[in-house]
């Protein structure tokens, strides 16, 4: 079930008020009676069924009546290097990854990127709002988490901490169906590329990272939106929690 959002800690058998954007957005999409019941999640992760009391324009009171049990974030932590593509088909991901149980995506320009965003602190802010909305529709208890990382030089930094990354790569001999997984391992990274794929150049530096491994993801050209949700579906699917 979808759930609402406070800043405040709950207690049991309290009467809190709920303001702001998320008192709003209860009161528009609502119409509260007194007496009805919603899903409320406070500031530490913890969610509560709570009885409506009453409302003024801009806030609420609820009666806190019993803490819920909130489903589990996976186990396997899916994390994506997300080439940056055109508005729409980003949200698409953002949105759907979050949905799929994707942990984080890490945003940067690539040679063939078509949105080279000017002002990412606002668009961050948007972003944020798409992943929180989402988690809240999908029953996740955080939103995918996203940072921009402003330069290659950054990136590739990123990837070279990491144990192994996989970059969706056609015409690769593996995939991930045929790629032994270390069931001991609690994290996978893919590395997705923009509308047209990664630059020959780019294919290249990546490729002399030891810890790149190209992965194949069909006979098929997939669209990087598509290629990017299919990707943790079948990771999710094969590994993770979806099984």
């Not at 709570?50 to 009546?65: G, H, K, P, Q």
Request: charged letters at 25%.
């Amino acid at each position: 079930m979808s759930y609402f959002l406070t800043n405040k800690p709950l207690k049991l058998g309290e009467i809190s008020n709920i303001e702001g954007e998320e008192a709003k957005h209860i009161l528009l999409s609502r119409r509260m009676k007194d007496g009805e019941r919603l899903n409320i999640q406070d500031l530490n992760g913890k969610r509560f069924l709570c009885e409506f009391i009453t409302a003024t324009r801009n806030a609420l009171d609820v009666l806190t009546l019993e803490e819920i049990t909130t489903p589990k974030e996976p186990v396997l932590k899916t994390y994506i290097f997300q080439a940056l593509i055109k508005e729409q088909p980003l949200d698409n991901v953002l949105q759907k990854a979050t949905e799929l149980g994707a942990t984080g995506i890490f945003l940067f320009n690539a040679e063939r990127s078509l949105e080279r965003f000017k002002e990412v602190a606002k668009k961050l802010e948007r972003w944020n709002k798409i992943t929180l909305e989402s988690a809240k529709q999908s029953d996740r208890i955080s939103p995918l988490k996203i940072v921009y990382l402003p330069s290659e030089e950054l990136l590739l930094n990123k990837i070279s901490e990491i144990e192994r990354v996989f970059i969706l790569e056609p015409g690769a001999k593996e995939t991930f169906s045929t790629f032994k997984f270390n069931a001991q391992s609690n994290s996978i990274w893919i590395l997705v590329g923009p509308e047209g794929g990664f630059s020959e150049k780019e294919v290249n530096t990546f490729s002399k990272l030891p810890n790149v491994t190209k992965i194949n993801m069909g006979p098929r050209i997939l669209r990087a939106d598509t290629a990017t949700i299919a990707a943790v579906s079948i990771i999710q699917s094969l590994f993770g929690d979806m099984k």
